[in-house]
């Protein structure tokens, strides 16, 4: 039975019956009903005569349905779909009934401000969700233009991907907002946004005309709404995009609306733009902070053109969207008129790092991935599909020149606008740009899974020079590509006490060995780094001298991002089991405190706790975590006061500490310059938590201090984190069983459950998983359930026990792909931990 689920297969076929030409959708979110929501669709489409299909809807409950004005029979209504047959070459479709509100941020979410008990509702399309809003053809080549009519309260704002017009009043109390139709997109990128939120608008002027901004918040976040911040980087991102593309904005007017309790970063609705309401911040916030909002506000405008202009023809090439999204977001903000002028530093210290360990897990797939149905879809928006897509994007400008790349970008965008494309169909205009073959390129870069190492290989002569100098390449067993890069090699030594870049050169790497004439006769440096600058996608290693370099100097190194390569590497090696959990917490500690790149300072300090906790050899754990605690208190103390390293080693040490007494003195504020605001003082608290020493009592307290949607969400942390068995049960229940706890509170819960240190106390959950991962995403679906898989991993039980029992549960589950998936990521990083630890050999 096909569920929810829908094959590629069922939507080709589909498409070759049905064409929609336009959507008229009336929603009535007036009712008296916090369950569910009138909905009426008409769908007005070409077909094939004669032949039958179906339209898809989710939890509907149809009151009726008629096909060109005869009764439709509405109990065969089942499995999410309507069947429809006896098809004319012109059709008109009404379905008549209503949907679900939801709890789990799919479809059109409704939450109540727990603060001030205000109603805010908002849609979530991608990937299938739309069905669950209007009757729908839910496929990504079947665009329309939709017309919707929304009656709600009079009071509340109305938003879509259509200009808001002047509402109608139906009733008292109660009015009616008639949109103007859309240009021709997709149905996952029609939006809704209602309630009663506040708005902020400008006007971006460009080249193109004038752009109708909006910003938009809870009432209850008034206070804290940086709108200026917001439009600015808006208008950068317009000026930039628009000039590069040579095409101004193709939908009219661009809000962006911070919605609660949403499980995305942000979605590119058409005009209609959703966030994460957590980036509009309540507290203080380190830099990187503001530079990963500005990057997804790039990131999303970037879609206006690569996924909502021009769409995928199905979600094989999902990537066309994220990929090119997340590459052009980053060059937007090193390229254009931004305050973040070092992002690619960002990218590589976080971003990338995501795509290696992904692209490493034994599920890693293609950038251009076999999207075979959309539970594979779904299971795919990962760090391949976003970051080593925007790094192969990288290296495909390097390769083919950054003028000619973009000018196969504008013709693209000219020839397809308002329509639906393939891989090739880029690749013919890039092609013709650039006059390179890309056939080749696609099928190393975007067709194969996997991540190189490039590691060099040289002799010496007497004097210390390079007599031989070559580079080589390698792949694993399992996926042997061997590609082409372009790299740049670096070269650094000692000048006025700092690391600098002495020389650079840059060259194609092919096949497994790539000989370097050009530094046969050139003293060794210091350091030679590969893949300088980045350019590339591979895992890079260091000689001899230059890791001895790393390990006594990478705090003089100048340049931020061969910085982050450095730390890149180490991290690697150090998943690799090459790099000692020991040497990596050392090289850690002598150079976060003065490390500039924020991003790169929280993803260290994350980085070097799972060393101590995962990696390091469990006779060797006691000694290093204290060393790793000990050294980040000293380096919390010893942080410029009020600066960002000091609010991020708070963090880092709330992680850390063993000590209540310590953690309890930072709450007090003993700290000079630490401001210990809502969510610091959350942080804190949920490190008391963790070691027993704060109780319900305690937790309720500062709930009653900030019973905010976020105090409610960090205080389920706080008791899920608790080395109690009753807490651990009740959190088992709440995130695996419980339908009505609202999504981000489910994964708060989740991210909450597995603890360092507390194996004996989660000892019971690790056949209980194995048990709840058979049947959770075929029960609650693939979102609650990946949370679940994900999160709920015995991971603090780091055992060779642990190992078989899950390796007995993946030779015997008759569970779906999508659940084995997780399971099978679970069990790498369980493997790779123990072989770092040298108890098993992967």
Not at 489 to 513: A, N, P
Request: aromatic share 10%; glycine share 6%; with cysteine.
């Amino acid at each position: 039975m096909p569920g929810t689920n829908l094959t590629r297969a069922e939507a080709v076929e589909r498409a070759t019956v049905v064409t929609p030409s336009t959507y008229e959708v009336w929603l009535d979110l007036s009712v008296d009903s916090t369950e569910r929501f009138g909905s009426t669709t008409v769908i007005r489409f070409q077909a094939t005569p004669g032949a039958s299909t179906f339209v898809d809807l989710v939890d509907g409950e149809i009151s009726s349905a008629t096909l060109n004005g005869e009764p439709v029979d509405v109990s065969a209504y089942a499995d999410s779909r309507l069947p429809i047959s006896g098809l004319r070459e012109q059709n008109e479709l009404r379905i008549e009934g209503t949907c679900a509100y939801s709890r789990s941020g799919e479809g059109l979410h409704r939450f109540v401000d727990p603060v001030d008990e205000r109603v805010y509702l908002y849609t979530q399309f991608e990937v299938p969700d739309a069905r669950r809003v209007f009757a729908t053809f839910e496929q990504p080549d079947l665009k329309a233009e939709f017309t919707f009519h929304v009656t709600a309260p009079a009071h509340w704002a109305v938003v879509s991907n259509s200009p808001t017009p002047a509402p109608e009043d139906t009733a008292p109390g109660v009015a009616t907002w008639h949109f103007a139709p859309t240009k021709r997109m997709s149905t996952y990128i029609t939006a809704l946004v209602a309630g009663e939120y506040v708005e902020v608008r400008d006007v971006y002027a460009g080249e193109y005309g004038e752009i109708p901004l909006g910003v938009f918040c809870r009432q209850s976040l008034r206070e804290h709404l940086d709108a200026d911040d917001i439009f600015e980087i808006t208008k950068q991102g317009f000026a930039f995009f628009e000039g590069k593309f040579q095409m101004g904005y193709p939908f009219g007017k661009y809000d962006q609306l911070f919605v609660p309790e949403y499980n995305m970063g942000a979605m590119e609705n058409a005009g209609c733009v959703t966030f994460r309401d957590e980036m509009i911040f309540r507290s203080r916030q380190t830099v990187s902070a503001y530079e990963s909002r500005a990057n997804t506000i790039l990131h999303e405008m970037a879609h206006m053109w690569f996924g909502d202009l021009v769409t995928m023809k199905w979600w094989d090439d999902l990537w066309l969207n994220e990929s090119f999204a997340e590459f052009a977001a980053t060059y937007a903000l090193v390229n254009g008129d931004t305050r973040f002028p070092d992002a690619w530093t960002t990218f590589t210290a976080a971003r990338k790092n995501w795509a290696y360990r992904q692209d490493q897990l034994p599920s890693t797939h293609p950038i251009a991935a076999d999207n075979y149905d959309l539970h594979a879809v779904e299971a795919n928006f990962d760090g391949i599909t976003y970051a080593k897509g925007a790094s192969s994007l990288k290296q495909l400008v390097a390769w083919v020149g950054e003028d000619d790349f973009f000018t196969g970008l504008r013709a693209y965008f000219a020839k397809h606008a308002y329509g639906n494309t393939t891989l090739e169909d880029l690749l013919v205009e890039l092609e013709a740009a650039s006059g390179r073959e890309l056939g080749s390129w696609a099928k190393e870069w975007l067709q194969t899974s996997g991540v190189n190492t490039l590691r060099p290989s040289f002799e010496l002569d007497a004097d210390g020079a390079y007599s031989s100098f070559a580079i080589e390449q390698s792949a694993i067993e399992a996926f042997p590509t061997i590609r082409r890069h372009r790299i740049a090699v670096g070269l650094y030594d000692e000048v006025d006490g700092r690391l600098q870049r002495t020389d650079r050169l840059e060259l194609d790497v092919e096949g497994e060995r790539t000989e370097v004439p050009q530094l046969v006769g050139r003293p060794q440096p210091a350091l030679l780094l590969l893949n300088d600058d980045d350019l590339t996608y591979a895992k890079i290693r260091l000689d001899e001298r230059s890791s001895a370099t790393l390990i006594e100097s990478i705090a003089t190194i100048a340049d931020p991002l061969a910085r982050a390569l450095c730390w890149g590497s180490a991290w690697d090696m150090t998943r690799d089991g090459e790099l000692s959990a020991d040497a990596f917490v050392s090289l850690v500690l002598s150079g976060v405190g003065s490390e500039s790149d924020l991003t790169a300072v929280g993803s260290l300090l994350r980085q070097a706790g799972t060393a101590v906790h995962l990696y390091a050899h469990p006779d060797a754990r006691p000694e290093l975590a204290a060393r790793w605690e000990a050294g980040v208190l000293a380096l919390l103390q010893a942080a410029e006061p009020g600066g960002d390293h000091q609010l991020a080693l708070a963090r880092a040490y709330a992680s850390a500490s063993s000590d209540p007494q310590q953690v309890r003195s930072l709450l007090d504020g003993a700290l000079p310059g630490l401001a210990v605001d809502a969510d610091l003082r959350w942080t804190l608290t949920i490190a008391l938590a963790r070691l027993g020493a704060a109780d319900e009592a305690a937790i309720a307290s500062e709930l009653e201090a900030d019973p905010t949607i976020s105090g409610q969400e960090h205080a389920a942390a706080a008791r899920t984190i608790r080395p109690d068995a009753a807490a651990k049960a009740e959190a088992w229940r709440q995130v695996t069983q419980d339908p009505s706890v609202p999504n981000e509170t489910r994964r708060s819960i989740a991210g909450a459950f597995q603890v360092p240190g507390q194996a004996d106390v989660l000892d019971p959950f690790v056949d209980q998983y194995l048990q709840m991962a058979e049947t959770i995403i075929e029960e609650q679906g693939v979102w609650i359930g990946q949370v679940a898989l994900i999160h709920l991993f015995p991971l603090a039980n780091p055992s060779v026990e642990t190992l078989a029992k899950v390796d007995e549960w993946l030779a015997g589950t008759q569970a779906g792909a999508a659940s084995r998936r997780y399971v099978l990521e679970g069990r790498d990083d369980l493997a790779r931990a123990l072989h770092a630890q040298g108890v098993l050999d992967r």
